[in-house]
């Protein structure tokens, strides 16, 4: 089992930047990839980044790329979020998500160990 808290959530003005965080726990060795997945009031949950847990592999969805980046500390079992250039339209729950067989997984369903979520708020 892998067990995963995220933080770093709040409020922040637009163009502001927050760092999120997803620390595991567990078995994190049976780890392939961990993603960052969000999910806004009244819509579906959409992935937005996801990051090998060996080696460099790293991607995120369009609507972000240029303003958020995605890294990892194993050494602390720690996946980051860096989002810059926040927009109302990031106002969502943050989730982070660890899968077992898929290194670099765009789809939730493959995912298995999921985090409760941190809430972001981006006032215009």
């Known amino acids: 089992q892998v067990q995963l808290v995220e933080s770093g959530g709040g409020l922040v003005q637009a163009g502001g930047s927050l760092r999120l965080s997803c620390a595991l726990s567990?078995?994190?060795?049976?780890?392939?990839?961990v993603g960052w997945f969000r999910q806004a009031p009244g819509k579906e949950r959409h992935f937005v980044a996801v990051?090998?847990?060996?080696?460099?592999?790293?991607a995120t969805t369009d609507s972000v790329k240029g303003r958020f980046a995605i890294s990892r500390d194993n050494a602390k079992n720690t996946v980051y979020l860096q989002m810059n250039g926040l927009t109302p339209e990031d106002t969502a729950v943050y989730y982070c998500?660890?899968?077992?067989?898929?290194?670099?997984?765009?789809?939730?369903?493959?995912?298995?160990?999921w985090g409760p979520g941190t809430q972001v708020t981006v006032s215009s």
């Open positions: 998500a660890a899968s077992k067989y898929y290194r670099g997984s765009y789809d939730e369903s493959n995912y298995e160990y």
């Open positions: 567990g078995r994190t060795v049976s780890i392939k990839g």
């Open positions: 990051i090998t847990w060996v080696g460099n592999y790293t």
